[in-house]
């Protein structure tokens, strides 16, 4: 397939992630179909899509000519035959979970036209442990977008061993083509490229904590105002979510029976206490005072 044959695009899950990626695909000039299982979500995207608009019209982003034409580009559909049936490209954002990914993507192998490659924006599952559900093997890829996905500009591919050559220059072309910056993984690793980096960030942000060397505002200061990182490991943990840190780590920790994978204790401290960031109003900061 060259990449001008890509003209309609499929998205699976209106959820966070994909109402945004089939809107920017829209705004970029695709033809999209965005597939929930949940109507309500569905309707929920479509009202999104009405409000961002006209928003983006007011501050000079978007010509009305564009935001119209956008409109135009894409509907949210109840249907996985109506909007896989004549995708070139499908970009699936579904629930993190494997095995439902994995029904997905057989089930998008019957319903898309054979020349469709079929992507995943998963954050964490390599496309190699889906693959093999699909008769198309060298079309099945990692597309990491990043949250939220109308603003963020990095687009993680990711080369698996089963991944052609074409669908990975055709996944990196259409990124670009949707204004990100992609980059290319050429082998599949656990976490990909930025989460990797950033857990070794926050893996030695608190061990000088915990050693002692620095308080959690100092420790942040130096990663803001020296590396120019919009904000510190330990603020960024807070917004994330401690509780999603904690889960993440143990599931690494029972996968490889590693000790050097097991959350750090004053992460843990915090977890048993409930105090899981911003959303509890206490994390490494104390957010009950101020906003
Ligand atoms: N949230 C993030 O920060 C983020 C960032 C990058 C990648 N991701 C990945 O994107 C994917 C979606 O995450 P999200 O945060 O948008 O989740 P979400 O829960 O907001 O959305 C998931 C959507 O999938 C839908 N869904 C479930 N089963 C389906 C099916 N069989 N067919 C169609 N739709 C189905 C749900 O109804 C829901 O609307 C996950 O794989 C996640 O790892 C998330």
Redesign the pocket.
């Known amino acids: 397939m060259k990449f001008e044959d890509i003209r309609n695009i499929c998205v ?7 109402h945004q990626i089939a809107l920017q695909a829209a705004i970029c000039g695709f033809s999209v179909k965005c ?4 109507v309500e ?1 569905l309707k929920k995207a479509d009202d999104f899509v009405n409000s961002y608009l006209p928003g983006r019209v007011e501050k000079g982003r978007l010509s009305e000519d564009q935001a119209r034409q956008a409109r135009v580009n894409i509907q949210f559909v109840d249907s ?1 035959q109506v909007a896989a049936g004549d995708a070139d490209f499908v970009i699936e ?4 979970i494997l095995s ?2 994995r ?2 993507f057989a089930d998008l192998d019957q319903t898309a036209p054979a020349h469709c490659i079929l992507a ?6 390599v496309s190699s442990k889906i693959a093999d559900a699909t008769q198309r093997q060298d079309k099945v890829v990692n597309m ?4 939220p996905a109308l603003v963020m500009k990095l687009v993680e591919v990711v080369k698996g061993p089963h991944v052609s050559d074409e669908t990975a220059d055709l996944t990196m072309q259409l990124s670009k083509v949707m204004q990100k910056v992609p980059v290319l993984l050429k082998k599949e690793v656990d976490g990909f490229l930025l989460n990797r980096i950033f857990a070794a960030i926050s893996k030695e942000a608190m061990w000088l904590l915990e050693m002692g060397v620095a308080d959690v505002e100092d420790i942040d200061n130096a990663c803001v105002f020296g590396a120019g990182h919009p904000m510190g490991p330990f603020r960024l943990n807070d917004l994330t979510g401690i509780d999603l840190s904690y889960i993440m780590r143990m599931e690494k920790f029972r996968d490889t029976g590693n000790a050097a994978d097991l959350p750090n204790p004053r992460l843990v401290e915090h977890y048993m206490k409930g105090e899981f960031g911003e959303k509890t109003g206490k994390g490494w900061y104390d957010y009950s005072t101020k906003k």
């Open positions: 699976v899950g209106a959820g966070n992630m994909g597939f929930d299982v949940n979500t996985l954002a579904a629930t993190e439902l990914k029904k997905i995943t924006n998963s954050s964490a599952i990491h977008f990043f949250n």
